[in-house]
């Protein structure tokens, strides 16, 4: 039986490619360490951490027709993801990120979305040529990965104006944007403090005081988290709430974003009012910094 999306997740799906070593690292350094590799990219993050709260998405990106890009399929796949909705090039190799991370964490990382920059709004194709239900009236989690253009025309066009539409950024450098989700009101923006600065051309103490700069800078909906300290969530109605993340022992902190974004959506699904929402997205992630749930 062919399986239905629970949402669909639209952006980055690559190769990470991570050196780490024991040593504390500098520019110009080379010493002995171990290199992998594993799927990534943004919206690839989120839509493992979605299916690990057993939500079913299906993936909106460009992969290349290549080895690379097979084997990416197949973990995605392997993931219980729908992956036909992925426009496969015959033309672009498939995407990479590469990071090296030292004992003094990360050194330094590039992002190398070319292909999926280049492939523009051939990704949304499943949304128009009759795939998916048009207009699609269902969730997405979007990603910062895509150009400029592409995310505003998202943000203003007809084919996502239905949507549930819940948007990341894919890294600091990239958060201006997703200006276009701020400039007309649209979707759900899931930023920590530093993007809503980097955003709103300043920097916030906590994220109440986050939420309340990005809804009066016109967001039509944020979730402001910031690491150990109060998260909020707030929409223009509903004003500013804001919780506390319960206190853990801390043993890992990349993805914590994610794993936030992904039990909100999760919790939001199952038809938690925003309070319950905000206090099982906190949950989640000090169960995901403790260390306690798998990769
Ligand atoms: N030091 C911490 N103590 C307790 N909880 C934490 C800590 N760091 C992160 N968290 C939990 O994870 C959530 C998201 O963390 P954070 O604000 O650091 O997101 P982020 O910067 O987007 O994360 P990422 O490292 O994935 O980019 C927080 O709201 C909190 O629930
Ligand atoms: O510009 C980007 N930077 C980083 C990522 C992804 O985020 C993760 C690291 O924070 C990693 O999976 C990388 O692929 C991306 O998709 N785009």
């Given at each position: 039986?062919k399986?239905?999306?629970?949402?669909?997740?639209?952006?980055?799906?690559?190769?990470?490619?991570?050196?780490?070593?024991?040593?504390?690292?500098?520019?110009?350094?080379?010493?002995?360490?171990?290199?992998?590799?594993?799927?990534?990219?943004?919206a690839?993050?989120i839509?493992?951490?979605?299916?690990?709260?057993?939500?079913?998405?299906?993936?909106?990106?460009?992969?290349?027709?290549?080895?690379?890009?097979?084997?990416?399929?197949?973990?995605?796949?392997?993931?219980?993801?729908?992956?036909?909705?992925?426009?496969?090039?015959?033309?672009?190799?498939?995407?990479?990120?590469?990071?090296?991370?030292?004992?003094?964490?990360?050194?330094?990382?590039i992002?190398?979305?070319?292909?999926?920059?280049?492939?523009?709004?051939k990704?949304?194709?499943?949304?128009?040529?009759?795939?998916?239900?048009?207009?699609?009236?269902?969730?997405?989690?979007?990603?910062?990965?895509?150009?400029?253009?592409?995310l505003?025309?998202?943000?203003?066009?007809?084919?996502?104006?239905?949507?549930?539409?819940?948007?990341?950024?894919?890294?600091?450098?990239?958060?201006?944007?997703?200006?276009?989700?701020?400039?007309?009101?649209?979707?759900?923006?899931?930023?920590?403090?530093?993007?809503?600065?980097?955003?709103?051309?300043?920097?916030?103490?906590?994220?109440?005081?986050?939420?309340?700069?990005?809804?009066?800078?016109?967001a039509?909906?944020?979730?402001?988290?910031?690491?150990?300290?109060?998260?909020?969530?707030?929409?223009?109605?509903?004003?500013?709430?804001?919780?506390?993340?319960?206190?853990?022992?801390?043993?890992?902190?990349?993805?914590?974003?994610?794993?936030?974004?992904?039990?909100?959506?999760?919790?939001?699904?199952?038809?938690?009012n925003?309070?319950?929402?905000?206090?099982?997205?906190?949950?989640?992630?000090?169960?995901?910094?403790?260390?306690?749930?798998?990769?």
């Amino acid at each position: 039986m062919k399986k239905t999306a629970d949402i669909l997740c639209i952006g980055s799906v690559l190769w990470d490619v991570i050196g780490r070593s024991a040593s504390v690292m500098r520019q110009g350094s080379d010493v002995p360490g171990r290199i992998t590799r594993l799927p990534g990219g943004v919206a690839m993050n989120i839509a493992m951490t979605l299916a690990r709260f057993g939500l079913t998405p299906a993936l909106l990106t460009a992969i290349g027709r290549d080895a690379e890009g097979d084997e990416l399929l197949a973990a995605c796949a392997a993931r219980g993801m729908i992956t036909d909705t992925i426009y496969r090039s015959d033309d672009l190799p498939t995407d990479r990120y590469m990071a090296v991370e030292g004992a003094n964490g990360l050194i330094a990382a590039i992002a190398d979305a070319h292909s999926l920059e280049a492939a523009g709004a051939k990704i949304l194709r499943p949304l128009t040529d009759g795939t998916l239900p048009a207009p699609y009236a269902g969730l997405v989690a979007l990603d910062g990965n895509l150009t400029l253009d592409l995310l505003a025309e998202i943000a203003t066009g007809s084919a996502l104006a239905q949507a549930d539409l819940r948007v990341a950024p894919a890294s600091p450098g990239k958060a201006e944007r997703l200006t276009p989700f701020l400039n007309n009101n649209r979707g759900t923006l899931y930023v920590n403090c530093e993007e809503a600065g980097l955003l709103c051309q300043t920097s916030f103490a906590t994220a109440p005081q986050a939420a309340a700069a990005l809804l009066e800078r016109g967001a039509a909906r944020v979730l402001v988290t910031n690491g150990g300290d109060d998260a909020a969530e707030g929409d223009a109605e509903g004003g500013v709430i804001h919780a506390t993340p319960p206190q853990v022992l801390v043993t890992r902190v990349t993805g914590a974003g994610d794993t936030f974004m992904a039990a909100h959506i999760a919790a939001e699904s199952r038809g938690a009012n925003r309070h319950a929402a905000l206090a099982q997205a906190l949950e989640a992630a000090a169960i995901y910094v403790s260390g306690d749930t798998p990769n």
